[in-house]
């Protein structure tokens, strides 16, 4: 199981922005240890979803350039205070988290 | 020395009047004198690194411009730029902008800077504006660059602004204490700090560090709105944009920087339509020719007061963009200069403005007695080893200029000899004062070099290859012909080293013909012993540089700089950034 | 007159934007394109058109990197009809970064983090009622120099 999500999403007006920070090595594949100099295996980030109430709200797609502890914000319309948002990811090495948070 | 004196030396001097060509209306007799004019009075003092007494500060003789900055302030040095002033030689202009006969000249017009006779002279232009009807604002590298700012983790200075009624600061040095120390100065601080291109990181504001604005991630407050003069002023706070890679970003990790010109565009228009602002200041430490390609950009700025490349220039550029024109100055450093930006502003714009960059010597103004009790407090504890005397100048001793500079010498001789290396390298920063021939190097001086919160030396192996990349990227942080990719700061200085450079190259093809002191020629794939300070990554094992640079004064007794390890220079000839070269020119 | 010609254009947008739609709605994450090591070919895996470049894709990204390996950028646009925006880093191993999916709902504007080796061109590429727009800009990863 992946770590949990940090999430903060807000509503202002019409629009949600969502803010989400996920902890995640997100692992090149082309590094070496710096002690065995070995090359540390690819873990990273591959899929995102979001949904706000049950609805995609926009699924973004990675590759490992994406930096450790990968942060993305986005926005959408129609949410209002008290709706659910949910984000989940699945990386390579076919970990994957699930957090859920309230619209505020 | 008498004020009357003094006075009675500069006509001897043969200036033509302190200030020439930009002064007009000067009552004779009274140099910082001038007929009253506009509604609003902008002081302006930038990089005085913590220089709280007088000081000699030579200016550079080396300040290249390259491409769209070549000729032009602030990339004038000597005649040039007296030309450009319109000075006479030997005047107390000619002094206080350039180089030029510096030794003599100092010795005749003596020290400049000093927090007590800055505060004299502030005090009396506020007084000559009327009361509230000006406003002291400081563009930052205040806290740092002497011993006392050191030891106080900037307090001394702090105190010291509140005393001389700071309004507003930005910074830069500021950023080089822990964060927390910096946000405690803040609080000390009975101005206002701020900053629009500081942000909290994503993570930072995750785990709850403080922001000023939390869903802008604003660090500190971006700008301020200040009646004066009857009329409302913004003052936008623009921090130095490349602090956490030109310094270590280690001390503040919740922290990022950026020159966000689209930020400030942004914030212009916003405080514009919803302040009703008479006029739009930046308080800057971008350095000049960032400011001058910014000003080219941002459309609403009537000016950019703006520091970090310590250059004295004399009048603003006048810099045309899409909604207008925008002032652009730079105001020197050390505590050398104070700008005097006097405004006729009403109805949403500037009418007329008049720009003084007035030299502060301090012969020529009596210490301000509260500020001198207050410094004489803040060194008492100090003394003993502020006055240490370690060696006896025989050279003219200063750091200012592309290249290397003779203090500089002696912190790479003193490396080499003292962690026994092939090569040295140190940085090349623009603060550091100057000691004048047959003047003692104290401890106070050494200091002035080198006061820093990261002072560790290394001695470590490095290759030809690796030595010749580090000089590639420093070069490229000060020639890039796009004013963005530069980081102010000068050339990293050698000892044990020669090179070629040419500063109109790309990146990668500035430097070569790299040989060793004996001869040799540098070979990439070796790997040769590199002594120096100041490293912005992790921490280096060294004791401080201070230390192996007194233990070298000390055991020397005199210093004579014969030879400066300064790179033959291509396809600059002729630059009007350059004069009285010590290296070859092809 | 224009209010017609206004309808006719965003009816015809509307019309390419359907005819565009299958290749554009990705079921999977288009693992080709994320393998390729030259930007040109990543961006033809997997768009099958070269980009406009367009004053209406606006990137925000540092001219110097603080630091490599976390460069913060945000892509966002005025266009309409936004369906993916996607982030190209040439001088990468593997220069494809992300790519984000919108919906009908999103504001066409995301933020991230990359990381960069080295100095390089950094495109945001925008695709919206079926064309491909972009802009670049370049960034500098350095070893930092000395303040002044």
Redesign the interface.
């Known amino acids: 199981m992946g770590k949990p999500i940090k999430i903060r999403a807000k509503v202002k007006g019409d629009i949600s922005e969502v803010k989400a920070l996920m902890p995640h090595d997100m692992e090149s594949g082309l590094r070496r240890d710096a002690e065995t100099n070995e090359l540390i295996p690819a873990h990273y980030i591959t899929e995102l979803v979001a949904e706000h109430n049950g609805e995609i709200v926009m699924t973004a797609y990675w590759g490992p350039a994406v930096s450790r502890n990968p942060y993305v914000s986005f926005s959408f319309t129609g949410g209002v205070a008290g709706d659910t948002i949910k984000i989940h990811w699945e990386d390579n090495q076919g970990d994957s988290s699930t957090t859920e948070a309230v619209l505020k | 020395m008498h004020r009357r004196d003094f006075l009675w030396l500069l006509s001897c001097a043969g200036s033509a009047g302190l200030l020439t060509g930009c002064m007009r209306g000067t009552v004779r007799g009274d140099p910082y004198e001038a007929s009253p004019f506009g509604n609003v009075r902008l002081l302006h003092f930038t990089d005085c690194h913590a220089q709280l007494l007088p000081i000699y500060f030579r200016e550079p003789n080396v300040n290249i411009g390259i491409a769209g900055a070549a000729g032009r302030p602030p990339h004038l040095v000597g005649r040039h730029l007296l030309e450009y002033i319109g000075a006479a030689t030997g005047s107390s202009d000619a002094h206080a902008f350039t180089y030029l006969d510096f030794a003599a000249a100092a010795e005749q017009f003596g020290k400049v800077g000093g927090f007590a006779h800055l505060k004299t002279l502030i005090d009396s232009q506020r007084d000559e504006a009327g009361k509230g009807n000006s406003l002291l604002l400081d563009g930052g590298d205040t806290w740092q660059g002497s011993a006392t700012a050191l030891w106080t983790r900037g307090r001394d200075m702090v105190y010291a602004c509140n005393l001389l009624g700071v309004d507003i600061m930005t910074g830069h040095w500021e950023f080089t204490y822990r964060d927390d120390e910096v946000l405690q100065n803040i609080e000390r601080f009975d101005g206002e700090f701020i900053a629009q291109n500081v942000r909290v990181t994503e993570d930072a504001l995750f785990d709850g560090v403080a922001a000023y604005d939390e869903d802008s991630g604003h660090a500190f407050k971006p700008y301020t709105i200040r009646e004066v003069g009857g009329r409302r002023v913004a003052v936008i706070g623009q921090a130095f944009p490349y602090t956490p890679i030109a310094n270590p970003r280690r001390f503040i990790p919740d922290w990022t920087f950026g020159i966000r010109d689209d930020d400030m565009q942004e914030l212009v228009d916003r405080v514009r339509e919803n302040e009703k602002v008479d006029a739009v200041i930046v308080l800057s430490h971008n350095g000049m020719d960032v400011d001058v390609k910014m000003a080219s950009r941002v459309n609403g700025i009537d000016a950019i007061l703006g520091g970090h490349t310590h250059d004295g220039v004399p009048h603003p550029l006048i810099i045309e963009n899409a909604g207008g024109k925008t002032l652009v100055t730079n105001a020197g450093s050390n505590g050398k200069f104070l700008a005097v930006l006097d405004l006729d502003i009403g109805n949403g714009k500037v009418n007329d403005y008049r720009y003084r960059l007035l030299p502060v010597f301090a012969n020529l103004l009596p210490a301000d007695s509260a500020m001198q009790a207050y410094i004489d407090d803040v060194r008492r504890p100090y003394l003993d080893k502020l006055q240490e005397p370690l060696a006896v100048a025989e050279s003219l001793l200063y750091r200012r200029g592309n290249f290397n500079g003779t203090f500089d010498q002696v912190i790479c001789d003193a490396l080499r000899e003292v962690r026994g290396a092939d090569i040295s390298l140190s940085p090349g920063f623009r603060w550091g004062t100057s000691v004048l021939p047959g003047d003692t190097i104290t401890m106070e001086r050494v200091m002035d070099q080198t006061a820093m919160t990261y002072p560790e030396t290394y001695v470590r192996d490095m290759s030809g290859a690796e030595i010749k990349t580090i000089l590639e990227s420093v070069a490229d942080n000060l020639f890039h012909t796009d004013p963005y990719l530069q980081q102010g700061g000068d050339m990293v200085r050698v000892g044990g080293l020669n090179f070629s450079c040419d500063p109109t190259a790309s990146m990668d093809y500035r430097i070569a013909d790299l040989t060793l002191d004996d001869g040799r020629t540098l070979d990439a794939g070796k790997k040769y012993k590199v002594a120096g300070w100041a490293t912005t990554g992790a921490e280096s094992p060294g004791e401080p540089v201070w230390e192996v640079l007194a233990e070298y004064l000390r055991a020397k007794k005199t210093i004579r700089v014969d030879k400066l390890n300064t790179p033959v220079l291509k396809n600059v000839a002729g630059n009007a950034g350059l004069a009285d070269y010590s290296g070859a020119l092809e | 007159m224009k209010v017609h010609r206004r309808l006719v254009l965003k009816g015809m947008l509307a019309l390419s934007a359907i005819a565009a739609w299958p290749r554009l709605l990705?079921a999977a994450?288009?693992d080709s394109a994320?393998s390729a090591s030259d930007a040109d070919k990543a961006i033809a895996d997997l768009f099958g058109q070269t980009p406009l470049d367009s004053e209406q894709v606006k990137m925000?990204i540092?001219?110097?990197a603080?630091?490599g390996?976390?460069?913060?950028v945000t892509v966002s646009t005025d266009l309409e009809n936004v369906e993916s925006i996607s982030i190209v880093?040439v001088n990468?191993?593997?220069p494809?970064?992300?790519?984000?999916?919108?919906?009908p709902?999103?504001?066409p504007?995301?933020?991230?983090?990359?990381?960069?080796g080295q100095?390089s061109q950094v495109r945001a590429l925008v695709n919206a009622g079926g064309n491909l727009y972009s802009t670049s800009k370049d960034v500098?990863v350095?070893?930092?120099?000395?303040?002044?």
């Open positions: 990705l994450r288009p994320f925000k540092p001219d110097i603080e630091n390996a976390v460069v913060p880093v990468n191993p593997t494809l970064a992300a790519v984000f999916l919108l919906t709902r999103s504001i504007s995301v933020s991230v983090r990359i990381k960069m100095t500098k350095t070893i930092g120099g000395c303040g002044g």
